[in-house]
């Protein structure tokens, strides 16, 4: 078998955020392909190590457990580490992880699992005043990076076409998230509204516009509630709200998705595929989200699911949703037969595989 190196500083045993989900579900499925060596840069858990070996067959390794280092710092514990031992694919997560380049000396095939195009992020961020709010790299600076690797994975179509335009044919990967689906009943009635998602600015500012725009025109009309799940619960904006209710994390997702009758993704800018638009699809449930959201799945578009991008049109999906319950069973149905046909792990994961050889 293949020895693959994983290197990222992602804290993604958490499972709390879909890009700490993306990275757990490409470890679970390596395992199962390659011997897998799993590097994350720390701060760690001290029993980490025996975590992750309970619940993954991969070897894992901690540069430092108790504190931050410079880009430095952790250069050299990943060199040491390395020291007397071959891998025949090193995969480094986020194109910011980059310096860990300098620190590997043979010719072995080095893969950047991207997640999203950087400067494209940047361009988002400021059409919404939020310039310089995350990391920045410019255009050229990021295709000068990308074409230090061999391969650069990305999570949906319209990144690989990009990509592709950036630095040829044949490097860029698309391996979608892949997600297994689900079973829950259609209710006859809608009572539950539900948002799932972490503090990261384009989820905050997602749900606040939401709230401000279109939760007081649709409790006019309708008995329901919203419950806002995740670590994006905590803005001040929805404490007190009417008929909101901050649910903070909540580990079992699928009772989430059991006890919810509608899901809103109303995601006005951001980069790459919605992880968390994916996985409401696979519990089939309905779900309202925007153009942008849908970046990636437009092939489910008023089929498996319904796209809106100004308030208007977000009530009226909404409104729609409460009162046809045909509507949710099909839009459910059709969510179910959409994930099944592409996001299986196997076909995310094929280009990768046949990468890694």
Same mark, same amino acid.
């Given at each position: 078998?293949?020895?693959?190196?994983?290197?990222?500083?992602?804290?993604?045993?958490?499972? #709390?955020?879909?890009?700490?989900?993306?990275?757990?579900?490409?470890?679970?499925?390596?395992?199962?392909?390659?011997?897998?060596?799993?590097?994350?840069?720390?701060?760690?858990?001290?029993?980490?190590?025996?975590?992750?070996?309970?619940? &993954?067959?991969?070897?894992?390794?901690?540069?430092?457990?108790?504190?931050?280092?410079?880009?430095?710092?952790?250069?050299?514990?990943?060199?040491?580490?390395?020291?007397?031992?071959?891998?025949?694919?090193?995969?480094?997560?986020?194109?910011? #992880?980059?310096?860990?380049?300098?620190?590997?000396?043979?010719?072995?095939?080095?893969?950047?699992?991207?997640?999203?195009?950087?400067?494209?992020?940047?361009?988002?961020?400021?059409?919404?005043?939020?310039?310089?709010?995350?990391?920045?790299?410019?255009?050229?600076?990021?295709?000068?990076? &990308?074409?230090?690797?061999?391969?650069?994975?990305?999570?949906?179509?319209?990144?690989?076409?990009?990509?592709?335009?950036?630095?040829?044919?044949?490097?860029?990967?698309?391996?979608?998230?892949?997600?297994?689906?689900?079973?829950?009943?259609?209710?006859?009635?809608?009572?539950?509204?539900?948002?799932?998602? #972490?503090?990261?600015?384009?989820?905050?500012?997602?749900?606040?516009?939401?709230?401000?725009?279109?939760?007081?025109?649709?409790?006019?009309?309708?008995?329901?509630?919203?419950?806002?799940?995740?670590?994006?619960?905590?803005?001040?904006?929805?404490?007190?709200?009417?008929?909101?209710?901050?649910?903070?994390?909540?580990?079992?997702?699928?009772?989430?998705?059991?006890?919810?009758?509608?899901?809103?993704?109303?995601?006005?800018?951001?980069?790459?595929?919605?992880?968390?638009?994916?996985?409401?699809?696979? +519990?089939?449930?309905?779900?309202?989200?925007?153009? +942008?959201?849908?970046?990636?799945?437009?092939?489910?578009?008023?089929?498996? &699911?319904?796209?809106?991008?100004?308030?208007?049109?977000?009530?009226?999906?909404?409104?729609?949703?409460?009162?046809?319950?045909?509507?949710?069973?099909?839009?459910?149905?059709?969510?179910?037969?959409?994930?099944?046909?592409?996001?299986?792990?196997?076909?995310? &994961?094929?280009?990768?595989?046949?990468?890694?050889?």
């Amino acid at each position: 078998m293949k020895k693959v190196l994983l290197i990222t500083d992602v804290n993604f045993w958490e499972k #709390s955020s879909g890009h700490r989900m993306r990275i757990s579900a490409l470890i679970a499925y390596l395992t199962q392909k390659v011997l897998l060596t799993v590097v994350n840069t720390g701060p760690a858990p001290s029993n980490i190590e025996t975590f992750l070996n309970e619940n &993954f067959k991969a070897e894992f390794f901690v540069l430092e457990k108790t504190k931050y280092l410079n880009s430095n710092g952790y250069g050299r514990r990943l060199k040491a580490f390395l020291k007397d031992k071959k891998f025949d694919t090193i995969i480094i997560e986020y194109i910011h #992880s980059s310096y860990f380049l300098n620190f590997l000396t043979d010719d072995t095939q080095i893969i950047l699992d991207a997640h999203d195009i950087i400067s494209n992020r940047a361009d988002e961020f400021k059409k919404f005043n939020y310039a310089g709010a995350l990391y920045e790299l410019s255009r050229e600076t990021e295709i000068e990076i &990308f074409n230090v690797y061999d391969n650069i994975i990305v999570l949906c179509e319209p990144d690989y076409d990009e990509i592709t335009a950036m630095v040829g044919t044949g490097k860029a990967l698309l391996c979608p998230h892949p997600v297994q689906s689900y079973l829950h009943p259609v209710k006859e009635d809608v009572k539950n509204i539900v948002f799932i998602a #972490s503090a990261y600015l384009p989820n905050r500012d997602a749900i606040n516009w939401f709230v401000t725009n279109c939760w007081p025109y649709i409790i006019t009309k309708y008995n329901v509630q919203l419950s806002v799940y995740g670590s994006v619960s905590a803005g001040p904006d929805l404490v007190g709200q009417q008929q909101i209710f901050c649910k903070g994390f909540v580990a079992d997702i699928d009772q989430i998705y059991e006890e919810a009758d509608i899901i809103i993704n109303p995601v006005r800018f951001g980069a790459g595929l919605k992880i968390k638009n994916v996985e409401a699809l696979a +519990h089939g449930r309905p779900l309202v989200t925007t153009t +942008h959201g849908a970046r990636g799945i437009e092939a489910g578009i008023n089929k498996a &699911f319904l796209v809106a991008d100004d308030a208007a049109d977000f009530i009226q999906s909404i409104a729609s949703l409460i009162e046809s319950e045909t509507l949710r069973k099909n839009l459910g149905k059709n969510a179910h037969k959409f994930i099944n046909e592409n996001f299986s792990a196997e076909k995310c &994961f094929k280009p990768l595989l046949k990468a890694i050889g």
